[in-house]
Structure formats: C-alpha cells, structure tokens
C-alpha cells in the first residue's frame, strides 16, 4: 500500500491531559474529506473526534460510548468528513503527545462523526 502524501500543511504536535482540547485541523481548509494520519508518540492511550470548533471528545466507559480510540505508538490515517475543521483529544492518563499530518492516500477508516 502506498504511504500518506503530505498535503499543504506541516506536521503539528497536540499535547493533551485528562480533559478534551480542541484543536484546528493542520491545514483545515485543505483536509476537508482528505486524510489525516495521527500518530500517538507517547506512552497513554488516547482518544479523539472530529467536528467544528466546538468539538470534545469523551473518555468511552460502559454505560457511556466516548471517541475512537488511538494506541500508544500507533501512527494510523483516517479520512476527515466533509465541513469538520477541528479535532478534539483526551488522554486516558498522563500527558497524550499526538502528531498531526494531513495528506491523501491510504486510511485505516473513514471516521463517519
């Protein structure tokens, strides 16, 4: 499978703790139904959503359905739905180091918000 070809906008890094940080999209006005490849480079699970600039992401328990879920050291790719400009995260624990490139190519899912 080929990679990721990076699109208009350079790699971010987000930082997030226990409570969700919003954050725009690398590019945001490019990514829109394009791919986004995240790579969790810390140590804590994270979680993530995307949406408009009022977005949060919620840590999923039983009773409670939260975000997608990202591993740590996974680096995966997911498509962006149209009209979504912002990406919220949260950390299960710790600090979550998250880098952010947006591109076209290959996606591990689309993420269907």
């Keep these: ?27 945001s006005a490019d990514v829109n139904g394009r ?4 790579h969790n480079i810390g140590t804590v699970l994270g979680y993530w ?11 999923p328990t039983t009773s409670v359905p939260g975000g997608c879920s990202l591993a740590p050291g996974a680096p995966e790719s997911f498509q962006i739905p149209p009209g979504h400009t912002h990406i919220a995260f949260i950390s299960a624990s710790g600090t979550l180091n998250i880098l952010m490139t947006p591109g076209q190519g290959p996606v591990s899912y689309t993420h269907l918000a």
């Design 35 to 38: 791919s986004l490849r995240l």
């Design 49 to 59: 959503e995307t949406g408009g600039s009022d977005v949060s992401v919620t840590i």
């Design 1 to 27: 499978m080929p990679d990721l070809m990076q699109v208009n906008a350079r790699t971010v890094l987000v930082a997030a703790t226990g409570t969700s940080v919003a954050v725009a999209l690398p590019g």
